[in-house]
């Protein structure tokens, strides 16, 4: 049975985040109840399971908004200004503009008010966290968060299925994202092990490798982790030496493919042929969001996202959108192994910083929709501008 004073403890750290912590822990609850399986050429449908999700969106803005004009609050205001998140905030704001060539008007204008919302409200849950508990307490509700959100996934995919790995991979994105914080986390519990578990079971080659590159962050942690990536390395090493590159890269990354191809990348590079031919036919995009399954259906792709950061941009925002994500991605390099990062918890953050990149390389990520991987990789981005503001500006 668990204690009353841990159920408080709890209950305290959930709360940490105020109300805006309080609207992003509840979200996988209604994902996971209100959230319906329909037909892909459905992606503009506004019913009952949309109409729960655009109240949420606008309950979610008003409250940011609210604390963000806080005058005794400043930490999100500069987190805006201060940080990569700017140029993310001026992605966002070119998405509401791009409604005037939008081939959906009413689609992108929301799409793009969903992401500006989601963007607040997790700078909001930031600032409250580091006023109310400091750096630690950050990287526990942070915890925290994945934790709910792999219970709640956990419990969808129980709906239809027992498979063991199925259930295993019901958390693909947001578990092996945060991969990273919950290794080198302590004091060690119950839920570090679990998004561990999950990470490593999550069957997804663009986590997998995102992790793989994610174990750089060992040289700025503790050095008891570099040994044993050593050792793992010098391992691997020798294996490849001895069956070869082909074969190593066949059997693990492309272990489920037929051959080691762009063309065994699910369709990923159809995808970028249309997010070429898309900036040469039209510069400025067609829409934030409501571009790509508008292009996508017309070339009979069957998907309405482009499952790249960059594909997205080029597709919805044209030329200026592509420009803004890759200086976004560009200084988001500079701030996760700038010193301002304090020490004791860059090593985490650039291991998470590293696989939520690779997601937004390989998977529904930032610069589309509030799906799939956006979730995970703008709270991570967050997490990790935060750390280096509160660093820079606010760490006396």
């Known amino acids: 049975m668990i204690s009353r004073r841990k159920i408080h403890a709890l209950y305290e750290l959930a709360t940490m985040g105020g109300g805006c912590g309080i609207m992003l822990l509840i979200r996988p609850l209604i994902y996971m109840i209100f959230a319906r399986r329909r037909d892909l050429s459905a992606y503009a449908t506004v019913d009952a399971s949309a109409a729960i999700f655009i109240f949420y969106a606008i309950v ?43 081939v959906n008007l009413q689609l992108t204008g929301f799409r793009a008010f969903e992401c500006m919302s989601m963007t607040m409200l997790m700078v909001v849950i930031i600032q409250n966290l580091l006023y109310r508990g400091g750096c630690q307490t950050v990287i526990q509700w942070t915890i925290l968060y994945v934790t709910v959100d792999i219970i709640c996934a956990i419990i969808r995919t129980l709906s ?84 070869g590159p082909y074969k190593f890269i066949k059997d693990t990354v492309f272990f489920d493919k037929q051959s080691i191809s762009i063309h065994e990348t699910s369709g990923r590079d159809k995808l970028m042929e249309v997010a070429l031919g898309a900036l040469e036919e039209k510069s400025v995009g067609y829409g934030f969001f409501s571009g790509e399954p508008y292009l996508l259906y017309s070339r009979g792709l069957g998907a309405i996202n482009s499952h790249n950061s960059l594909f997205s941009a ?3 925002l044209g030329i200026p959108g592509v420009l803004l994500m890759l200086i976004f991605f560009l200084t988001m390099v500079k701030t996760v192994f700038s010193r301002y990062i304090p020490p004791e918890y860059r090593a985490s953050l650039i291991g998470c910083f590293c696989v939520s990149f690779l997601h937004s390389m390989g998977n529904p990520g930032i610069g589309s929709r509030v799906f799939g991987g956006w979730l995970p990789t703008m709270f991570a981005t967050v997490l990790i501008c935060g750390f280096y503001v509160y660093g820079k500006y606010y760490k006396k």
Request: proline content about 2%; aromatic content about 16%.
């Open 160 to 243: 239809y299925t027992m498979d063991v790995m199925m259930l295993l991979q019901s958390s693909q994105m947001m578990s092996t994202t945060f991969f990273y914080v919950a290794l080198f986390h302590k004091p060690k519990k119950w839920w570090n092990y679990l998004i561990v578990v999950m990470s490593i079971f999550s069957m997804s080659t663009v986590a997998y490798i995102g992790m793989t590159l994610g174990s750089i962050s060992t040289f700025f942690g503790p050095k008891k982790y570099r040994g044993l990536v050593l050792l793992v390395f010098f391992i691997l090493g020798i294996v490849i030496a001895v069956i």
């Open 314 to 316: 080029a597709i919805g």
């Open 60 to 102: 979610c803005f008003f409250l940011s908004a609210k604390e963000l004009n806080c005058k005794g609050k400043t930490f999100g205001r500069t987190l805006f200004i201060h940080s990569p998140i700017l140029w993310i905030l001026l992605y966002t704001v070119l998405g509401m503009v791009s409604m005037i060539w939008s």
